[in-house]
């Protein structure tokens, strides 16, 4: 029983498809999650960085910022003279002749503002909050002047308790590194008037204007973010700790790539300023970044239900069909046995499985009218023999006749009578002949007679003329093609008030036919007579008036092909032509 049930499993194809569907969507669903997930793993690696790489260029933003202040501030001092001359007399004097200027500079003054070193460091400085102090060093002598911002942080950046006093000379070094949370800034100055180097000016900064900057950023950064010098001397990292090894021994240089330490994996951004001689460090643990299981997981979930939706839709879309192709099936089989009166019950579906089954059912009905026509054209065929057998001693007594009345009409003297009567006979023997293929020349001569009679019928008022080579008399054409259209000419175009009418055959080869022309200057076609014409010469369905020349067109695409045929061009109230595109037979 079991074994039944798995073949007839295996036999429906509406199992297998489904069976095939099924794995391919969950084959491809687990496809894309697995894509998706390394995909998710490397767009959060890489959103992380990025947000890594723009915390540290904010970070060089604000040193970038607080260095160009720091030049343009000494590049404003080149343009107060007196203040240029207090400094420049400050770096290469001794303290105590610099305060004996400065009393004497004042005393001479006629403003009671000073305008000294101290109003220029307070002025220039003194709106930095971050600013610890700024020092004023001569490279002549052991001449430096400070200026304490915030005495709490200055003390403890120092690398002893050592107090420093306010504008006194002090042995400060001015190395990064040497100062607890501080990075340094220097700046040259020059005597204008040697244009020699005489000192130069020294800010010290603290790093909290950076803290705070991070713990803007705290709630996105992932990692820690290091300051080093050129020298490679680490002044200052977000977290607390020993400084990792994969840092300690830092090329300066801008780049980003990974490390591995301790048998992880880290994401090490750098951002070298060679303008400033500062480079910022991003040091980022993988293992930060892949805590996302739960994304992971919530994917590997909703994948699973799609996956299981898809099949339930399958499976309740994919049997309505095969519900659809067993009634096809079965429809088949009952016509097989002989049952052509049964029909597949269709809905109002547009799909193509309704194709199928309209198709089937026209080709039933299709199939039982063309019994029914086969039967009823027997009957019809077995009458039509009978009575041509009943009719083909007309034409030939009607021939017998006309010539026994051309001969009556020559013993009376009436020659014109008489050859009118003998074009007739020939048209009509003509036309018994059984050969369905004739000669130009046998053409030629049947409308020869047919246009004499319309000569003799409309006296002096149409002129034919022939201009056939000899050697295309012979050229093989299918019968009766040339009269239908001279007798078109005569029913349509002749123009019975006129007495020039006229009508020209001629032939002539082409590249790989024969072309004949029949042209007259009757009353021509109107150009929307002309189009419909031309539509039903090129569209074998059409119905139209013009039987005859369809007839010709049809018989001789028939036989010779589709390049052979009819061709007309008109002018209403000029004429027509006709051209016939015969082989070279």
């Not at 160009?68 to 007399?89: A, G, P």
């Not at 002025?123 to 304490?148: G, H, M, P, W």
Request: overall charge neutral; charged content about 25%; proline content about 2%.
């Amino acid at each position: 029983m079991l074994l039944k049930v798995m073949e007839q499993f295996k036999n429906r194809v509406f199992n297998k498809v489904l069976l095939i569907y099924s794995i391919t969507i969950v084959l491809t669903l687990f496809l894309l999650l697995l894509v998706l997930s390394r995909y998710y793993t490397q767009v959060k690696v890489q959103e992380e960085l990025d947000y890594n790489s723009r915390t540290l260029e904010r970070i060089e933003s604000t040193f970038d910022r607080k260095h160009e202040y720091l030049q343009s501030s000494v590049r404003e001092l080149y343009m107060k003279n007196d203040l240029l001359t207090d400094i420049s007399f400050a770096l290469q004097h001794t303290y105590g002749e610099y305060l004996s200027f400065k009393l004497n500079k004042y005393y001479d003054s006629n403003s009671f503002v000073p305008n000294n070193l101290d109003t220029f460091l307070q002025t220039f400085f003194s709106q930095d909050k971050d600013i610890n102090a700024v020092a004023l060093r001569s490279i002549t002598t052991n001449i430096e002047y400070s200026f304490i911002f915030n005495h709490n942080r200055w003390n403890k950046s120092l690398p002893n308790e050592t107090q420093v006093r306010n504008v006194l000379p002090n042995e400060i070094i001015d190395d990064n590194g040497k100062y607890k949370n501080t990075y340094i800034f220097n700046e040259s100055i020059n005597d204008p008037a040697l244009l020699k180097n005489i000192g130069y000016i020294t800010v010290y900064y603290s790093f909290d204007g950076i803290e705070e900057l991070l713990d803007t950023a705290k709630l996105k950064l992932i990692g820690s973010v290091y300051i080093f010098d050129r020298k490679g001397h680490h002044l200052y990292s977000s977290e607390k700790g020993s400084l990792p090894e994969p840092l300690r021994k830092l090329s300066f240089s801008t780049n980003s790539r990974e490390v591995h330490w301790n048998g992880q994996t880290y994401y090490m951004n750098s951002l070298a300023d060679r303008e400033t001689g500062y480079m910022y460090v991003g040091f980022i643990p993988e293992k930060e970044i892949s805590k996302i299981t739960i994304v992971h997981w919530t994917m590997v979930l909703f994948t699973s239900l799609f996956a299981i939706i898809a099949i339930i839709i399958a499976y309740f879309a994919m049997r309505n069909y095969a519900k659809r192709i067993y009634a096809i099936d079965a429809t088949m089989k009952q016509v097989k046995k002989g049952n052509l009166a049964v029909r597949v019950q269709n809905d109002d579906k547009k799909d193509e499985l309704s194709t199928i089954s309209n198709s089937l059912n026209d080709m039933l009905d299709e199939l039982n009218q063309y019994i029914d026509d086969v039967y009823i054209l027997t009957i019809e065929q077995r009458e039509a023999e009978m009575k041509a057998l009943q009719s083909q001693i007309q034409p030939h007594f009607l021939y017998n006749t006309l010539e026994a009345i051309r001969m009556r009409a020559v013993m009376d003297g009436s020659k014109t009578t008489s050859v009118m009567i003998y074009n007739l006979a020939e048209l009509f023997r003509y036309s018994l002949t059984s050969k369905d293929v004739v000669t130009i020349g046998d053409e030629i001569e049947h409308i020869k007679k047919y246009l004499e009679l319309m000569q003799i019928r409309y006296s002096s008022r149409l002129q034919v003329y022939y201009r056939i080579p000899d050697c295309y008399y012979s050229n093989k054409i299918i019968k009766f093609t040339l009269q239908p259209i001279i007798e078109n000419y005569i029913k349509h175009g002749f123009r019975k008030e006129a007495s020039d009418n006229w009508i020209d055959v001629k032939a002539e080869k082409g590249d790989s036919a024969l072309h004949v022309y029949i042209e007259d200057n009757g009353y021509g076609i109107s150009a929307q007579r002309l189009r419909e014409i031309k539509e039903t010469l090129d569209s074998p369905a059409m119905k139209s008036d013009s039987i005859g020349l369809k007839n010709i067109h049809e018989r001789m695409q028939l036989t010779y092909g589709k390049e052979y045929g009819i061709q007309i061009e008109s002018v209403e109230g000029k004429g027509t032509i006709v051209e016939i595109i015969i082989p070279i037979l």
